[in-house]
């Protein structure tokens, strides 16, 4: 059964359904250039309404694993490949990734012309798209969901592990990783709801926060910013991706959209500290305006070497690190994992000083 997808800057791309949908899906379209690692993409809540074309031309070869998931369940709008593997080949598979993806109604498109995508994305932008078995007389309309975070982020607060170290991790959508990064570190965690007060954060007595990864544009979380600002004043903060924006924004700095994001596993990114360049896992449309840093007392420590953009920031005065990159991988090279050692000698030596934060 033929079915397409229509790009709002005009564009039409035919394709074949393995899981059709029963009515045409709207969302932003933008594209994911690792080789492997799509379980994690399509549970990484970060890709919430987005549809996702892998770039990788056969996608499903180890099938759905029950280790893997970045979430409860995928979020992405829709899938869009050139080849897909309908008989998964792993002694951990449970599911064929069509199964999957048919198992929570995600409608998925193959033999598509992913290259020609790819190109009018990387002009024009991502965009958004319609999913649709009509070829003709698609209506355009502006549905952008503002709450994507209120959407995917926990609604209870939880905990996990014990530990020297109680790190809050302020949950945006977050990325099971990050959890388990912390865990296998040995820290006591708690996770809590993204709109949670600094008073109730104040009240778990934390020794650090990580602000998590999350999806769509970090300016609809405005309303959280002062208590963002109030938590990196009073304690050591890991901000991740979303996270990272937000430390930025809540200090006065801006943010803007790249025209067609950052979505692979082999970013290449320089620390500026150690003067090391290695590999990250991205997935992000907005990055932080390095102009707009000036008075914020924040600076850059890390650039993307593809497009010289902010990869991660230190401030002057507070005990911060952002990054914008995911060190927590999955998919994608670990080599950014020690940001999450370096965070936890900042906040032992914290909790060790005399002037210790809050
Ligand atoms: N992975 C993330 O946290 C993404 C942050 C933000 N939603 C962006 O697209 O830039």
Redesign the pocket.
């Not at 998590?212 to 970090?218: A, I, L, M, Q, T």
């Not at 997935?283 to 990055?287: A, G, Q």
């Given at each position: 059964m033929k079915g397409y997808i229509h790009l709002e800057s005009g564009g039409k791309y035919e394709g074949k359904w393995l899981n059709p949908p029963k009515q045409n899906i709207s969302g932003e379209v933008v594209f994911y250039t690792g080789m492997t690692g799509y379980q994690e993409v399509l549970t990484?809540p970060?890709y919430k309404d987005q549809i996702i074309v892998f770039t990788y031309p056969l996608i499903g070869n180890y099938g759905i694993n029950e280790e893997d998931f970045e979430s409860k369940k995928p979020h992405v709008a829709g899938v869009i490949v050139y080849e897909v593997n309908q008989n998964a080949s792993h002694y951990k598979a449970n599911y064929s990734l069509p199964e999957y993806l048919k198992k929570w109604d995600i409608p998925l498109m193959h033999h598509v012309d992913t290259r020609a995508i790819v190109r009018n994305i990387r002009n024009k932008g991502s965009m958004p798209a319609i999913l649709s078995s009509e070829s003709e007389n698609i209506l355009f309309v502006n549905n952008e969901d503002g709450d994507k975070v209120g959407k995917v982020s926990d609604k209870r607060m939880s905990s996990y592990g014990k530990g020297d170290a109680h790190i809050v991790l302020v949950d945006?959508?977050l990325k099971k990783s990050i959890l388990t990064s912390l865990l296998k570190r040995g820290c006591q965690v708690t996770v809590v709801p993204y709109d949670t007060s600094f008073q109730a954060i104040k009240n778990l007595n934390p020794d650090g926060i990580l602000l998590?990864?999350?999806?769509?544009?970090?300016k609809q979380l405005n309303p959280q910013l002062a208590t963002v600002k109030k938590l990196i004043q009073h304690f050591p903060t890991l901000g991740?991706?979303?996270?990272h924006?937000l430390v930025a924004l809540s200090l006065g700095g801006n943010?803007k959209k790249l025209l067609f994001?950052h979505r692979g596993a082999n970013h290449p990114v320089i620390d500026q500290v150690t003067k090391r360049v290695f590999m990250t896992s991205q997935?992000?449309?907005?990055?932080v305006d390095e102009a707009s840093l000036n008075e914020t007392g924040l600076k850059s420590r890390f650039y993307n070497l593809h497009d010289q953009s902010v990869e991660g920031l230190t401030h002057d005065q507070y005990l911060i690190q952002t990054v914008?990159f995911?060190p927590e991988a999955n998919p994608g090279p670990a080599e950014g994992e020690y940001i999450f050692d370096e965070f936890l000698n900042m906040v032992k030596e914290n909790s060790r000083s005399a002037v210790a934060y809050a």
């Open positions: 990484d970060s945006y959508g998590s990864n999350g999806p769509g544009d970090p991740i991706c979303l996270g924006q943010t994001g997935n992000h449309s907005y990055v914008q995911h």
